[in-house]
């Protein structure tokens, strides 16, 4: 039900949120320097649970938000774009790269308490949210059929590429801060460039009509 082009379009979006770094990536980075591989994709998979929550609350939530308070959309529209415009200032903002080249020594913790802390450091991600509550809607076209089927599609394709990236960086978690360490100015040029990412895309949401 979803055009070809609507789902590369969102796809690209989701690529490069993920890309861009925020408390997932931090503390996914920093446990698998502190407690290695294994404890980085176990505490992947509790930030993958926390996905599938957001996007079971977003399908049912946005079926009943568009059936019952079309207003709604116009009011989550200009929210996004402001949170878009928010994160596109705080990706190019002075010491914003310090997180990430210097990752947080953390404590040694069992397979449980990782997942779990994977899952809370996710859930409670405004990122996270925002993109699920604000920036989603603006891929579903109601005329396309159900809103419901958009929405999982939509969400799915945003959880296989968050896990697939951020398995990579789990992996190979201490050649990034390491690269990046002695190659500042590229990690500066991402952020750059994220930051055009999300200013055109706040651009777009506003302007929309539809």
Not at 15 to 27: H, K, S
Not at 55 to 77: E, H, N
Not at 115 to 142: C, E, H, R
């Amino acid at each position: 039900m979803i055009s070809f082009g609507t789902m590369i379009a969102f796809a690209a979006v989701a690529l490069g949120m993920v890309c861009a770094p925020g408390p997932n990536m931090i503390y996914l980075i920093s446990r698998s320097v502190t407690q290695g591989r294994v404890a980085g994709v176990i505490s992947l998979f509790g930030v993958v649970l926390a996905f599938v929550v957001y996007i079971v609350a977003t399908m049912m939530g946005l079926s009943a938000l568009f059936l019952t308070v079309p207003v709604l959309y116009t009011m989550i529209k200009w929210a996004g774009a402001v949170y878009l415009l928010w994160l596109a200032w705080k990706a190019i903002r002075p010491g914003s790269d310090r997180n990430i080249l210097e990752p947080q020594a953390l404590t040694i913790e069992s397979p449980k308490k990782l997942f779990m802390m994977g899952f809370m450091t996710n859930l409670l991600n405004p990122k996270a949210a925002v993109l699920y509550v604000s920036l989603l809607p603006q891929f579903i076209d109601p005329t396309r059929g159900s809103v419901l089927m958009q929405s999982a599609t939509l969400g799915l394709i945003q959880i296989s590429i968050s896990f697939i990236i951020n398995l990579l960086i789990v992996l190979v978690a201490s050649q990034v801060v390491s690269w990046f360490g002695k190659r500042p100015i590229w990690l500066r040029v991402q952020r750059w460039v994220m930051a055009s990412v999300l200013t055109a895309l706040a651009a777009r949401m506003a302007l929309d009509r539809k």
